[in-house]
């Protein structure tokens, strides 16, 4: 299997302010604004995605995008160019917003508080999949008596459920896009439970996991079985020997360990199937940009008979292109090849990973793009 050796652990409502001021051809960008409102603890941005920039100008650098209802502490107001204002928010951390992005708020910084978020869960939202080919999906639940539908979804397609209602008698729940669809038409999906391995500075990295189900445990290479152990079970490895690997504590098992080049943390992954479409990269490469939610489908694609749609794949990290880590909450099978080029996680693992990779996505941001002085973490797939 291609394992992850080496992994490093390893738009645009303008508003415009009725005391804002226009930009006169003189403005130096950067040169202070008028001040906020004296009772602003802090802005409010109101487009989901609003890009934050290193300079005042929407030319330079990106330094990621914010979500709405995400509020942030800034420290004054300045001049700057391609911002429908013309002003622009230096935040705390001595980064740059378009003020038709945002508005002032009496509420100290923070992010949004989302009441569904799924709490305690493995995943940071509530997910579910369609369970039957052309459900249909409604603008309002009063449309599926009329049977005027918005979209026809697909089966296995993977939504976020943000609301439900019972309308007439029939139990809806509501999608991220604003559409209804019949309660009976999905299946809710927590995610596997399978999680990897923290592993001291200093330790050496002895850990393997059974990958087949269930595994048998010898006495001695071609002897007696004394036990079986159930798929994903964790074991050490104490010694090899040929096919055969001495386990810690006495028996041997077949090798079917996931290596790294590190000892903090190991785990089992997905990558791509062995095909010349869906292989994972080889190589080595440092993640260029994290993000908290991503959309991943192929239903462009013509050429093959099953398309797949998946709303809001958590805990996203792209190293080359469209290739990253992320989690996959719609199958248990770490340890073998079945993705589409990207590295599959379970929750567990991909939360923990995207916490310890570099730099730390912030509260209420939606993505992050490194910059040199993150020291931005390296990748090695082999």
């Not at 062995?274 to 462009?300: C, H, R």
């Not at 996680?345 to 730099?359: E, G, H, I, V, W």
């Amino acid at each position: 299997m291609d394992g992850m050796g080496g992994v490093a652990f390893l738009l645009v409502a303008a508003v415009a302010l009725g005391w804002s001021q226009p930009v006169e051809a003189e403005t130096v960008t950067g040169q202070t604004a008028a001040p906020a409102p004296s009772w602003a603890k802090s802005i409010e941005v109101i487009d989901d995605g609003a890009p934050v920039m290193l300079e005042p100008d929407s030319e330079s650098r990106r330094r990621g995008t914010i979500g709405a209802g995400t509020r942030l502490g800034f420290t004054r107001r300045v001049f700057g160019e391609g911002c429908s204002t013309g002003v622009w928010y230096q935040t705390r951390d001595e980064l740059f917003i378009c003020e038709g992005h945002v508005k002032p708020s009496p509420a100290s910084p923070g992010p949004k508080v989302d009441e569904w978020a799924a709490r305690g869960s493995r995943l940071p939202q509530h997910y579910a999949f369609i369970r039957f080919d052309g459900t249909r999906a409604y603008a309002h639940p009063s449309d599926y008596f009329r049977n005027d539908y918005t979209e026809a979804l697909g089966k296995g397609f993977g939504i976020v459920i943000t609301g439900e209602q019972v309308y007439d008698g029939v139990e809806f729940i509501r999608t991220r896009r604003h559409l209804w669809v019949e309660r009976g038409s999905v299946h809710f999906v927590d995610g596997s439970a399978f999680s990897g391995v923290k592993l001291g500075a200093g330790k050496p990295l002895d850990v393997a996991w059974v990958s087949m189900r269930p595994a048998k445990v010898h006495e001695k290479p071609q002897g007696r079985v004394v036990k079986r152990l159930d798929r994903h079970s964790v074991v050490h490895i104490e010694s090899t020997k040929g096919a055969w690997s001495k386990l810690v504590g006495g028996g041997w098992i077949k090798m079917v360990a996931y290596e790294g080049s590190t000892p903090m943390f190991a785990t089992l992954v997905s990558t791509g199937k062995n095909t010349k479409q869906s292989e994972t990269p080889l190589g080595t490469f440092q993640i260029w940009v994290k993000l908290a939610y991503s959309d991943m489908d192929d239903i462009e694609r013509t050429d093959i008979p099953k398309n797949y749609s998946i709303q809001d794949v958590p805990w996203v990290q792209f190293f080359k292109g469209s290739y990253g880590f992320h989690a996959a909450f719609w199958h248990n099978d770490f340890g073998h090849r079945r993705s589409h080029g990207c590295i599959n996680l379970s929750p567990a693992d991909a939360r923990y990973l995207f916490t310890f990779t570099q730099p730390i996505l912030p509260p209420g941001w939606n993505a992050i793009l490194p910059i040199p002085e993150d020291r931005p973490t390296t990748v090695q797939v082999r």
